[in-house]
């Protein structure tokens, strides 16, 4: 390749990258998902179920949750159950539906 093609390749992926930057400024920020959810990491530790928190915290910022008191008093318990019982056992997602009322 020619010394003026690698340069122009060169100058046209740095101004492609700053117009990413300046449509993103901060991309992480734009991409993170809920990590708080007063009580539910402790909810889910002690029933030996912490494997289930991704998705637990998935469901609790859809539906603008970040407490556990606030899913009890929305009645969104028995959805959060619904939403990771492919990662629970019968007896433990029975044990947190009832925990969440």
Known sequence: MHLRVRVRVR???RVKARA????????????T????????????EELGVADALPKALAYCE?????????LR??????????????ELPRAKALVLAKRLR
């Open 62 to 70: 859809a539906q603008g949750a970040d407490s556990v008191e606030l």
């Open 73 to 86: 008093e929305a009645g969104l318990g028995d959805e959060l159950v619904e939403s990771v019982r492919a």
């Open 33 to 44: 998902t809920l990590t708080r959810c007063t009580g539910l990491p402790e909810l889910l």
């Open 20 to 31: 990413r930057v300046r449509a993103n400024p901060n991309p992480i920020q734009q991409t």
């Open 11 to 13: 100058v046209r992926a």
